[in-house]
């Protein structure tokens, strides 16, 4: 699974993310420009020691992601789509794409790929989740629709 981030603002955010994406063996694509330094004291914190089990990539536009995966799917979180993320059936390749914090995805990037926009159901009154717990949800349903594969399941302590 690949998880995007446009334009992450948030450190510890992203940290946390890397963290998931390491743990899951799912790949980290970053979309510039970040809200801060990936020397950050703070992102590497929350990514613990992961980093060097992260598959971690670069690009300066969400096109450019799209152009180099241009035969994968792409799943556009956003509070404004229609769909639950239930109610898809995910390729293991697929990239799950999130905006930034304060704004999410670009208005006219949900209005083009509207048939892929997914949304995590909550009460109205509620604006949005954090970041990187949208991107567990969802990245955890993909993984679960695919039985887990290549994760550990149980625990050593309860499987002997």
């Known amino acids: 699974m690949n ?3 446009v334009e992450p603002e948030i450190p510890q955010n992203t940290g946390n993310i890397a963290r ?15 809200g801060f330094s990936i ?15 992260l598959e971690i990539y670069f690009y300066d536009s969400i096109e450019e992601v799209r152009e180099k995966y241009r035969n994968s799917n792409f799943y556009y979180a956003s509070t404004k789509a229609a769909k639950i993320y239930t109610e898809f059936d995910y390729p293991e390749d697929s ?3 999130f905006g930034k914090e304060t704004a999410g995805l670009p208005e ?15 009460k109205d009154t509620i604006r949005s989740l954090n970041l990187a717990n949208s991107v567990c949800i969802i990245l955890y349903e993909a993984l679960r629709q695919h039985s887990f594969k290549n994760l550990q399941l149980y625990g050593k302590m309860y499987s002997e």
């Open 3 to 5: 998880i995007v981030l």
């Open 20 to 34: 998931t994406c390491a743990a899951t063996g799912s790949a980290l694509h970053l979309v510039r420009p970040l």
């Open 39 to 53: 020397d950050d004291k703070y992102l590497k914190r929350a990514g613990l020691d992961y980093w060097d089990k």
């Open 95 to 97: 990239f799950f794409v």
């Open 108 to 122: 006219e990037l949900l209005y083009a790929n509207k048939e892929w926009c997914i949304r995590i159901p909550m």
